[in-house]
Structures are given as C-alpha cells and as structure tokens.
C-alpha cells in the first residue's frame, strides 16, 4: 500500500458512488417527505428507511449479516455525500444506528447483535435515547434512574427527559443507577435497552420550539427489563456509554456529505437571489466551512483506517459541525428576507432542527472543557 | 484516499522544527527588523539547505521539482518559529522565473541554494506599482509593470509595516524585461499557498505560547488557564487552526485556485484569532514590543492581507471574478 497522500478515491470506491448515485436517483421521493417529527412524517420516513434496507443502503458501514455492506469507512463517507447531494430524507432511525450500534458492536454479545440489529436497520425498530434526567443534564452521572435487580432481570423506576424520537419510537437505551452506594457518581451504573410500550412506561411528549413533538419525558414504573438487554457488565455503564459518547462526537453522527450539500443548496439560493453583494462573504464562509470539515473528516478517517483511535479530538469536531450547521441554515433564512420567516420550509425545518446542535450530543461547553483539558492540557476549574 | 503526511513528509517537518527551534529566531527577527540582515542570511542558507527553498524548483536546476504539500509542512514550520525574510516571495519568483529556460537557468539555481533571496511586488495580478517585501535584502527584484515582468535594478527606502520583521520596499518598475506574459496566476496559488501554511504556523506558535502562559500565570490564588472563560476562547483558537490545517494541506494536494483561496482564508482568519485571544490573555505584557509574542502578534495580522485579503480569496471560492 502506498502512503502518499491522496485526496482521489479509488476505481472501486467510485464504482460504489456510481452503484449508490444510480439508486438514490431512482428511488429518492421526488417531494420531501412530511417533517419526521409527526406521526404522519415519523411513519413515512420508517417506510424509506424500509426501502433504503431492501436494497441493503441503510447501514452500507454495517457487516452484510446484519443488514449491510461491510463498507469501510471511506465508502460510508462516499454513500453519505451521494445520499444528502441527491436531497434524500432525513434518518429516523440515526439515535439507533450511530449511538446504539456502534456500542453492541463494541460491548455486545453476539446474541444481542443478531436480535437487535437487524430490525433497527430496516426501520422495523426506532430507537430513542434515554439519557437525560430532569437533574442530570451537562452533568449525566447525577442521574437517579433506579434499576433494581429482580428475578431474571430488572425493574427500572425513575425519569428521564429531552429524549429524541420517544414520541414515536419503538424502543430506548440509556443509563440506570443500578448500585446506589458507591463512592463515586460515575460508578454503579447499568447500561440497558428497554421497550417504550412495555407495562409501567409512560411517554409524555415535548413539543420543540416550533410545537413538534421532537423529544419526550419517559416516567418509569418498575418496568421489567430481561437480563438479556443488559450491555455489558451491570455496574459498568458508564464506560460503555462513554465509549458510545466518543462515537456519537466523533465521526458517524453528522457525516460531511450533509453540509457540503447544503452549503451547494445555499450556494444556489444565493445565485437565485440574484448573487447580492451583502451575502457573498456569508455564503463563501459557509462554502469554505464545509469543505473544511470534509477535509477534516477525511485526515481522521485516514488515522482511524491507520489504527489510530480518535479520542478527545471528536469534540473539536462537536462544535464546528453544529455551528456550521446554524450558520448555513442562518445565512439562508437571511438571504431568503422577509419569506425566511415561514415555517415549513426545508431551510426553516432545518434551521430549527440546527438550533439544537450546540445542545444535545454534550453541550458545546462541555465540548470546548474537553478540548481545554484533554487537547490543551489545562488545569481543571469550576464548570 | 489517504490524507496523512507520509513518513518522509513528517520526517521533513520535525528536522526542520528541530533546526528553527536551536537558531533563536527571536533574536534573528529583531535584527532583521534592525536592516541587520547578517544572522537572517546566515539563517536562511540553512534552511535552504534542508531543502525548502528548492520545492517549487524543477530538478534540472537544483530543487526538488514543484512539491506543494512538502513547501506547506515547510512553511508551517517557518511560521511556527517566526523566520523572517521574503521566503513567500522567494517562491512566487521561483514559479515565475520557472517559466522560461534562459530565466530558469539564470536565476533558479541560486534561489533553490539559498545564495539569493527573491522579492516581487505584491499587487502583481493588478499590475501596479506595489510594495515587495524586503527588497533591501533581496538579490533578485521582481517588479509587476503594465508591459510584464521586470528585473528591478534596486529598491526604494523601506516603509514599515504593522511587522517590523516585514520591510516593505517599493521596486522602480524599470529595467530589464524578463517576461511579457509571467505565469501571475500559477505564481499567486503557490504564494497563496505558502501564506496560508506560514498563517497556520504563526497561529499555533501563539496557541502554544498561551497554553504555557496561562498554566503558570496566578490570579486570585489559581492558574487563569483554570477559568472558563479562558479555558473556552482557547478551546475555540484550537477548532479554527485545527480544521483550517486540512484546508492547507487539501489545497497542496489539489492545487485548485478555489481551495487554495479557502486555505488561505481559513488559515490566515484562524491565526488572526490566534492572535487576539493570545494578547487577550497575556494581558499587558503581550502587548510590549519587548516580548517575544510581539513577532508572531504582529505577523498573523499582516499575512492575513498579503497574496490574498479576506474578501479577494472569497470571491475566488465564489468563482466571481
């Protein structure tokens, strides 16, 4: 293998992007589906999500026995550029494929994998996630969720909060306090995976900024849990859902395809809009922005393919996506004037999707002390 | 696709540090600064031969044939250690020069071995009567006239600039004609180029110096790196240098006037904000002559206009004429 740097991709990799280019035009809805955030929208994107898995396009990264392609990293950077340049819908089933996956891959049991994965990549199983407590935020480990050990299993009693997708997903994972007297908060924690309908769980729906039922409360009554949907050892959650944190920061949760096409879109807006002088800088920033975060993505895919693992850098990675993102939605919502305002629009849907990025996934805050103590080798200080 | 610097590429970056980091160049910027031109000399023949000034030289007349990714890790380092003189500039005559044989052979060797230091006026893509950079010490005087490319016999008197390591000359725009239509556009990507690895250089050279200040400054009884607001603004100086650096080396790698403008813009913006955090931080020291963070303040904000102001490389990536 030669080691000189290379930007091109391979014949075969872009036999790959032809072979994903050809289908995505085919089968692409001509319209926009309806938001994912309604249950008319919820199920129309679980159907795509459907007819992505028929054709094994749902999970391309995964192993063909679960469902996908055994694509390697640079191909599921090159699916992800085909897949958001042809205007494809969003992933309802993205809390499950980047969060959850990637830990059964990693702390999972053979039996979990056959049984889990599968029905999460054709859409069959949405998964929401369960981390938030109304007193644990920035701070997870202050979570109070009980698991409580019962014959053959778990009894989960407690509260968790802002969970994406819980209003009309199918199942959850999060973390529980399954030991409540050790030292430290960060120990005694019981990662598990748990049905939203099953007896004893109630779903209360928050409506986001713009009244969709983004996210809800979970309210949990000595809900049974089999030990068959414990990952891991119990005690050792918080470990396992680090470890899961580190992927969902670092490279699988917003691929670069995402903003270089929306940075084309914007792009074409502003010539629409007659190319005004007063956006120019705004649109070129943009532009620039996401082609920077393309070339990034690609210096830590070539380290990672290297054997590096990519650790605290992901954080780095956190907050330029996500500010990106508001900043490309930003720019078009002001070249668009006084129409910007209306919702509905896809730049409007996704300026409210963006203004929660600096939020969820850990605050930019709790991203830029990692950065200042891990990166820059800092002294800790107060939060 | 593979975007990493290969063994020999890091390898070329850590001799280079490791020969910058033994020459004080603090001290050779301040007699540079001085017209003192002698430990800048003495400085540049060794970095000429480490090879850096031969990357943008065909083999047959001394360099290493046009290498853009290895002349970014090089001028990385030369803005990492602040190294004065019109390296950048070196290289824009390089290309130019390169363009016709009789020039090449006359002129290419002596720059490849560092026996002669290169200058162009900056506003060549206008054709204007510029300013060039350190035409005082330069051999070889480049200057942009409305009838090509002309062999400057001398320099007028040296204007200052917000860097005093940056001796700005004018260049007479008379004597000889070598060139009625010079490769601008090929001479300004490489130069271009070049700033922008020098930009992302001078930024993390202000980004380590902080780091290391604020972990020993006390206030209140603490180190000020322990404060969130300085632990954050630093956070956000390491995001804008650590994704403008594969815009620079992205750009070696393409060379295409829309990357290398994004390069250019990304680089020169983050080393600027490098810059305003790293005096912020320092407080009133930084803002002393005396200090040595002085060299490399004044530097990210000069580079930021030079081969390319914000607005021009945007209006590049735009595709706008």
């Given at each position: ?9 391979t ?5 790959f ?8 035009t085919?089968h692409?809805?001509?319209r926009?589906l ?5 249950a008319?929208g ?6 795509w999500?459907?007819e ?9 990264s995964w192993?063909?026995?679960y ?9 599921w950077?090159?699916f ?11 992933r ?5 494929v ?7 891959f990693?702390h999972?049991?053979e ?5 889990v ?12 996630q ?5 007193e644990?935020?920035?701070?997870l480990a202050?979570?109070?969720?009980r698991a ?5 299993g ?7 909060t802002?969970?994406?997708r819980?209003a009309?997903?199918d ?5 529980f306090r399954s030991d409540?007297?050790?030292p430290?908060p960060h120990?005694?924690?019981?990662y ?11 779903v209360r729906?928050?409506g ?20 068959e ?11 396992i859902?680090?470890?899961?944190a580190?992927n ?8 670069p ?18 190319a005004p002088e007063s956006a120019?800088?705004g ?8 082609r ?8 830590a895919?070539?380290r990672?393919l290297?054997?590096?693992a ?8 956190k907050?330029?996506?996500s500010e990106l993102d ?6 078009a919502?002001?070249l ?8 509905g629009?896809p730049?409007s849907e ?7 990025g600096?939020v969820y996934?850990?605050?930019?805050e709790?991203q830029r002390?990692?950065i ?10 107060r939060? | 696709?593979r975007?990493?610097l290969d ?12 020969l910058?980091?033994a ?7 301040r007699?540079w600064?001085?017209?003192e031109h002698?430990s800048?000399r ?9 090879g850096v000034?031969g990357?943008?030289v065909?083999e047959?007349?001394g360099g ?15 803005g990492?250690?602040a190294?004065p003189?019109p390296?950048v500039?070196?290289?824009a005559?390089a290309v ?8 090449a052979?006359r002129f290419?060797?002596?720059l490849a ?10 506003s060549f893509?206008?054709h ?9 010490a330069?051999?070889v ?5 409305p ?11 040296v ?8 001796r700005l000359t004018?260049?007479?725009?008379v004597?000889e004609?070598?060139?009625?239509e010079?490769a601008?556009?090929e001479?300004?990507l490489?130069a271009r180029l070049?700033?922008a690895?020098?930009?992302l250089?001078?930024?993390l050279?202000l980004?380590?110096?902080t780091v290391?200040?604020?972990?020993q400054?006390?206030?209140f009884g603490?180190?000020i790196?322990s404060?969130?607001a300085v632990?954050?603004r630093?956070?956000d100086v390491?995001i804008a240098?650590e ?9 070696a790698v ?5 990357d ?5 813009l ?8 490098a ?5 912020q931080?320092?407080g ?8 040595d ?15 390319g ?9 735009l595709?706008?004429?």
């Open positions: 293998m030669t080691e000189a740097v290379d930007l091109t991709h014949p075969a990799d872009e036999e992007r032809a072979e994903a280019r050809a289908w995505l085919a692409v809805p001509p926009p309806p938001s994912l955030e309604t008319e919820f199920a129309a994107h679980r159907a999500e459907a992505l898995a028929a054709d094994r396009w749902s999970v391309v192993p063909e026995r469902g996908g392609r055994d694509a390697g990293l640079v191909r950077l090159v992800e550029e085909e897949y958001y340049a042809a205007g494809a819908p969003g309802v089933g993205q809390n499950g980047s969060l959850l996956a990637p830990t059964l990693d999972g049991t039996e979990q994998r056959a049984r994965l599968p029905p999460m990549a054709t859409g069959e199983v949405v998964w929401a369960a981390w938030s407590e109304p644990a935020g920035s701070d202050a979570l109070r969720s409580v050990r019962t014959a053959g778990w009894l989960l009693t407690g509260q968790k802002w969970s994406s819980a009309f997903a199942r959850a994972f999060g973390l409540p007297d050790t430290g120990q005694g924690l019981t598990l995976m748990f049905d939203l309908r099953a007896p004893g769980v109630t729906p928050i986001r900024l713009d009244g969709k039922p983004a996210f809800a409360e979970l309210f949990l009554d000595q809900v049974f849990v089999p030990d949907d414990v990952i891991g050892e119990p005690g050792q959650g918080w470990r859902a680090m470890s899961t580190g969902e920061r670092g490279l699988t949760l917003r691929s395809g995402r903003f270089l096409a929306c940075a084309d879109r914007l792009l074409s807006l502003w010539q629409e809009q007659g120019a800088a649109v070129a920033d943009a532009v620039v922005r996401a920077a975060y393309q070339l990034f993505t690609y210096a895919a070539s990672h290297d054997g590096e990519l650790g605290p850098e992901s954080s780095l990675n907050v330029f996506w508001l900043a490309l939605h930003e720019t919502l002001d668009l004037g006084p129409a910007g305002e209306e919702a629009s730049w996704g300026y409210v999707f963006a203004l929660a600096p996934a850990g605050t930019n709790i002390d990692i200042a103590e891990r990166l820059l080798g800092l002294p800790k200080g939060r | 696709m975007f990493l063994t020999g590429q890091r390898d070329f970056a850590s001799a280079l540090r490791a910058l980091a020459a004080d160049t603090p001290r050779v910027v007699d600064s001085r017209g002698a800048g003495a400085l540049w023949g060794r970095i000429a031969e480490a000034f990357l943008a065909p047959e007349y290493a044939g046009r290498r853009p990714v290895e002349l970014a890790v090089a001028f990385v380092e030369l990492r250690y190294v003189g390296s500039e070196t290289v005559a130019l020069l390169g363009e016709r044989a009789d020039l052979k290419l060797p002596e071995s560092g026996s002669a230091m290169a200058t162009v006026t900056m893509a206008r204007g009567y510029g300013l060039a950079l350190d035409g005082d330069a051999q005087r480049l200057a942009a006239t009838e090509g490319l002309r062999l400057s016999p001398g320099a007028g008197a204007r200052r600039s917000l860097d005093p390591a940056r004018p260049l007479p725009p004597g004609l070598v060139g009625a010079p601008w556009a001479a300004l490489w070049a700033t690895a020098q930009a250089g001078v930024g050279a980004l380590d110096r290391a200040y604020v972990k400054r006390t206030q603490v180190p790196g404060f969130q632990r954050h630093l956070a390491r240098l994704f403008a650096r594969p815009l620079v080396f992205g750009a393409t060379m295409s006037p829309a290398v403008a994004a390069a250019k990304s680089a020169c913006e983050a080393g600027y904000a810059a305003r955090a790293a005096l931080l320092h009133a020291i930084g803002y002393t002559a005396e200090y963070l002085s060299l490399w303040l004044t530097k990210a904000r000069a580079l930021r206009g030079a081969w102001a914000p607005e021009e490389c945007r209006r590049v990536v595709g706008r004429p």
